[in-house]
């Protein structure tokens, strides 16, 4: 009543509109039940219907997605690959550690951690621009999760200072502060 | 005096003669000698390179369900027994598989043969246990061997050493063509005494007596004619093979040498591949009857050929196992058993070699960027590939049946309507499935990546990139309106929206959600043709493309190959990276000759590839590709674009998931028109085959300059999500619409409760 008091009253057009909509409702006949409703109620139902309806429709055409995008880190085929991988790097076999972190890769393509440590391997074999795309390709990935992007953009620094390309390697720096 | 004189020099003459034949002799021996070790000692064969599958790993969580491991398994030529006591068994239920694998020397690591359970609900796999029951988190199956690539005499053959071959086989092989092996020294007297005796009773050549020695040195170093001279050679160069190796080397070359078939060219030599081309199962695996058969097949390979002379076949085998049994090299429980077997021959069909000729296709070409045709077919060398038999399986089986469908709908309208497809992995670039054509065995025309057909509408996106890079937004109102374009040729361009309509003003993202041509022309005219070409050399478009305008709407032919490599990079985030169909080759013992690893180079930023990735999922959510979701579960979140060319000559498809990326391709040879869109023929093969696969939603990582706001879609003006109408749409920061809708400023000032504003709306 507080509602109706407050807008619909000192607007006619609005007033109408309920008075409208309240009348159809009372004049639709509906089936006899055991319990017989009112047409208050019918109403009611009505417009949490339509409400229901609506909310249906706005729902997002494309699914939106989620802020930050999780990682099944606890997969244990990717723990023991990665551990064969780090054997491989401390053996200085970087190719082997290659091959070993793209059966990661094929396994967990969404996990930055991979790519993190794919382009170590491409710095370390002085290939500095993939190195540097490879991270970049992480950095795509890692949305929200802060702690990953800091270690991917120092790693681009990284890079890019031994690239010799210091502004750039600065600006990676810079990028890395925010997280 | 005078008689004896000339009796002197007679003789005096014949002895020139005997000792110039025995210098003719030895300096013969010398030679044949030097030219028998010479040969056996350096390379014996020119073996083909072998061609594998990619190999299926197995970890917990892996997505695979019983059917696809079955798939494998058969391509494998696993035998499915109750009891999985032996490598190359397994048993498969619909909640778990044992499996004894065979292992497999990978150039990372040594796979060893296993008994393993493995464990699954649905689609995706929950456990591994080993024999003992110990837990495993990851395991490889060996690949699938899916072809090799042939010298020019054809000549096919998997070396085997003479350990690989069982002890039963040795047996048959020697009881039924040369008992005497082991104690000749290359010639058998008794052998020669008794196939003469045979041919003059016959009164004709019916029966060699010839020993095994004998015969590699036929068919190692002579020819196979049978002439007297030939024969005559024979016999020394046999004893002077004796002299020189041992009976092992003698066998093991034999086992290797000896022709055992014939598929089409391709000549069958050896008893490693023999056991491959009949049984699909490697040589140590075999069994009796199985042996049996292929120590009978020496005789004639074709006369006995098991799948078109089943009987006759049966027969010899038969015969085999009674010398066996006559020998006392198996019991009579051994005996029946095994001659009342049945042949067990495989299906040529169900073989893998020849089974992907699209697939290998693509790997030749790759691989004669590197190595001459010579390394390949003669070296031995071992190619692994990308390919996922499983996958190809399935694509193979929804283009077919879209095919067929699609003519029993439209009738002689598209007889002999033809396809291709290609799938990838959008992550990782990988070729992991190639179809040629509706024969996907036919060795012909790969149309997936020698056609070059008008791409349609799959060209849009982009124009649509270019614009969004030039600071369009999501809502940028276009203009849709019918215009003309003089040619400099003196022609005139008219563009047509698909249903001959045109609207006023479209927004962005509905325009290319929806295909409208004109919209499309428009906008592209105005960027200029230049920076659209940019764009799409930028997504990965690599041939000469001309400045038309009717590039803007598809005009432009390109295979699709080139088509996946371009929507690659729209799925991976504007990383444009190489198609790979190989990972790496090495020898014939497995070292790594060269690799073909994971690059890639960023060429559209997070932002924009983004807000591309956005309209690209509402076409199939609620554009022209809207028909995924008929099928395709909402979860699944996809994106793509349909392409139909000119007078509906081609009808495409592009689209993908978050773990297959997948381009389909329908048209007619002779490039007549159809009565198929991109919707209606591509659009379907590819949800056919996308329905089946075990598919991840693609997920579009929102970049921290990105932001979702609810938009009024009439009006592209902010809105709320409570407003009727409303959208959530992408939006760079700082380029978003400002003003905004009526409802959306009440809901903002929460001026009206939601109830007024459902009824106000109502009436509006």
Not at chain 2, 329 to 347: G, H, N, T, W
Not at chain 2, 469 to 496: A, C, H, I, K, R
Not at chain 2, 590 to 613: A, V
Request: aromatic fraction near 8%; glycine fraction near 6%; charged fraction near 20%.
């Amino acid at each position: 009543m507080t509602l109706l008091n407050t807008y619909y009253w000192h607007q006619p057009r609005r007033l109408t509109c309920l008075v409208l909509i309240l009348f159809i409702s009372a004049c639709v006949s509906t089936p006899q039940s055991p319990n017989d409703v009112s047409s208050a109620e019918i109403a009611k139902a009505k417009l949490i219907a339509g409400l229901a309806k609506q909310a249906q429709i706005n729902k997002p055409i494309v699914p939106v997605s989620p802020t930050a995008i999780e990682v099944d880190l606890q997969n244990d085929a990717v723990t023991a690959l990665l551990d064969s991988a780090k054997t491989a790097l401390l053996q200085g076999d970087l190719k082997a550690a290659q091959t070993i972190l793209q059966r990661v890769q094929r396994i967990a393509p969404r996990d930055p951690n991979v790519y993190y440590k794919l382009a170590s391997t491409h710095l370390d074999l002085k290939d500095y621009k993939l190195a540097e795309h490879v991270a970049l390709k992480g950095v795509s990935l890692a949305q929200g999760q802060d702690f990953q992007l800091r270690k991917l953009w120092l790693m681009i620094a990284d890079i890019r200072l031994q690239s010799g390309d210091i502004i750039a390697a600065e600006k990676a720096e810079h990028t890395a502060s925010r997280y | 005096m005078k008689y004896l004189y000339a009796q002197f020099q007679s003789l005096k003459f014949a002895t020139k003669l005997f000792l110039i034949f025995l210098l003719l002799l030895s300096l013969g021996l010398i030679y044949t000698d030097h030219h028998i070790r010479q040969q056996f000692e350096g390379k014996r064969w020119a073996v083909p390179a072998k061609v594998y599958a990619r190999p299926l790993e197995l970890y917990v969580g892996s997505p695979i369900s019983s059917n696809d491991l079955k798939v494998e398994l058969t391509r494998l030529g696993y035998q499915f027994t109750p009891e999985v006591v032996k490598p190359g068994q397994a048993n498969i239920s619909k909640t778990r598989t044992i499996i004894y694998t065979r292992g497999f020397k990978f150039t990372d690591s040594l796979e060893t043969a296993q008994r393993l359970t493995i464990h699954y609900t649905g689609t995706q796999l929950t456990k591994i246990t080993k024999g003992g029951g110990k837990d495993l988190s990851l395991i490889r199956l060996e690949p699938v061997l899916i072809g090799g690539i042939y010298p020019l005499n054809n000549e096919d053959r998997e070396l085997i050493q003479l350990n690989e071959a069982p002890e039963a086989f040795i047996q048959a092989l020697i009881a039924i063509e040369d008992r005497g092996f082991y104690e000749h020294n290359g010639i058998s007297l008794r052998g020669i005494s008794r196939a003469m005796l045979a041919n003059l009773k016959a009164g004709r050549f019916i029966q060699g007596g010839s020993t095994l020695t004998q015969q590699l040195i036929k068919n190692f170093y002579l020819t196979s004619d049978r002439t007297l001279a030939r024969k005559l050679l024979e016999i020394p160069m046999a004893l002077l093979l004796e002299s020189h190796y041992s009976k092992a080397d003698i066998l093991e070359a034999y086992l290797n040498e000896v022709y055992l078939g014939q598929e089409g060219a391709r000549a069958i030599h050896g008893f490693g591949l023999a056991a491959q081309y009949y049984f699909a199962q490697p040589l140590s695996e075999l069994k009796l009857p199985h042996l049996a058969l292929l120590a009978g097949l020496v005789k004639g390979p074709s006369y006995y050929d098991p799948r078109r002379q089943p009987e006759r076949a049966k027969k010899r085998r038969n015969l085999v196992l009674k010398v066996l049994f006559e020998q006392e090299a198996i019991d009579i429980f051994q005996y029946d058993s095994a001659r009342l077997a049945p042949l067990d021959v495989v299906e040529q069909t169900s073989l893998s070699k020849g089974a992907y000729p699209a697939y290998l296709d693509l790997v030749r070409r790759q691989l004669r960027q590197d190595y001459p045709d010579e390394a390949l077919n003669s070296e031995g060398l071992r190619i692994f590939t990308n390919l996922n038999p499983i996958a190809q399986n399935k694509a193979e089986t929804a283009l077919t049946k879209t095919i067929s469908s699609l003519e029993n709908t439209h009738g002689k309208s598209i007889k002999g309507l033809q396809g291709s497809m290609i799938v990838t992995d959008p992550q990782t670039g990988e070729v992991i499935a190639v179809i040629g054509g509706r024969q996907t065995r036919y060795r012909g025309f790969n149309r997936a990546l020698d056609t070059q057909r008008p791409i349609g509408s799959l060209v849009k996106p982009a124009v649509y990139l270019t614009a969004i890079e030039q600071g369009y937004n999501l809502v940028t109102e276009l203009d849709d309106s019918p215009f003309e374009l003089d040619m400099p040729n003196g022609t005139t361009w008219q563009p047509e929206n698909f249903d001959l309509k045109s609207r006023d003003y479209v927004q962005l993202h509905q325009a290319l959600a929806h295909s409208y041509n004109l919209s499309t022309a428009r906008l592209g005219m105005s960027l200029g043709l230049d920076n659209v070409i940019d764009t799409l050399k930028r997504l990965g478009v690599e041939r000469p493309l001309a400045p038309y305008p009717s590039l803007l709407l598809g005009a432009q032919g390109l295979s699709p190959l080139e088509v996946a490599r371009m929507y690659q990079t729209m799925a991976s985030n504007g990383f444009q990276m190489p198609l790979r169909a190989i990972r790496r080759v090495t020898d014939s013992s497995g070292d790594e000759l060269s690799r073909y690893p994971f690059e890639l180079e960023q060429t559209i930023d997070n932002n924009s590839i983004h807000l591309l990735q956005y309209i690209l999922q509402e076409t199939t959510r609620a554009g022209t590709a809207r028909s995924i979701y008929y099928s395709l579960p909402e979860d699944i979140n996809v994106a793509g674009k349909t392409g139909t060319s000119d007078l509906q000559r081609d009808s495409w498809f592009a689209g993908f998931a978050g773990n297959r990326l997948a381009v389909v391709w329908l048209g007619q040879d002779n490039n007549m028109p159809m009565p198929i869109t991109g919707s209606s023929g591509a659009l379907r093969a590819w949800t056919n085959y996308m329905v089946n696969e075990t598919l991840e939603p693609f997920i579009a990582a929102t970049p921290e300059d990105i932001e979702y706001l609810w938009i009024d879609q009439q009006t592209g003006m902010l809105s709320d999500k409570g407003c009727f109408g409303a959208q959530q749409l992408p939006f760079l920061s700082g380029n978003s619409p400002t003003e905004r809708s009526k409802c959306g400023i009440r809901k903002r000032n929460d001026a009206l409760p939601t109830v007024d504003r459902w009824i106000e709306r109502l009436f509006e």
